[in-house]
């Protein structure tokens, strides 16, 4: 048994929330053609709002095709927005006993909660 730091109580929502905004600011300006000062929190709530998928194991599919439809290769591992993606796409169910429980994702629907998260009125993060 080895000892777990743990950076605070939510320090996996934040840090899992802040790189899917980063993703969701990437398809944004790429969708729209704007620079990342004219994305406004609209356009990242429209994101999660415009929801096709019909269960939650459809959602990573989705940002997916959305990223391949925007000319992110997801093949490409040097792309750091792609080599971000791969990681909060895993999909960890059961808590793996090696790691700190608070940083891993339970099934995938935790990609766009984790965004809600750091969109929440109690962070008060300003888009």
């Not at 840090?15 to 000062?37: I, P």
């Not at 080599?83 to 940083?103: K, M, N, S, T």
């Amino acid at each position: 048994m080895r000892a777990v730091h743990n950076p605070g109580p939510n320090a996996g929502q934040l840090a899992d929330g802040a790189a899917v905004l980063v993703t969701a600011l990437d398809l944004v300006t790429r969708r729209r053609s704007v620079q990342l000062t004219d994305v406004h929190r609209q356009d990242i709530d429209e994101l999660v709002r415009c929801r096709t998928a019909k269960h939650t194991s459809e959602i990573p599919l989705r940002w997916e095709a959305r990223l391949r439809q925007l000319g992110r290769g997801l093949e490409d591992t040097a792309d750091p927005v792609v080599a971000r993606w791969h990681v909060l796409c895993i999909d960890r169910r059961e808590p793996d006993h090696d790691e700190d429980y608070g940083l891993t994702r339970q099934g995938p629907g935790a990609l766009e909660a984790k965004l809600r998260y750091v969109l929440s009125p109690q962070l008060d993060l300003q888009i």
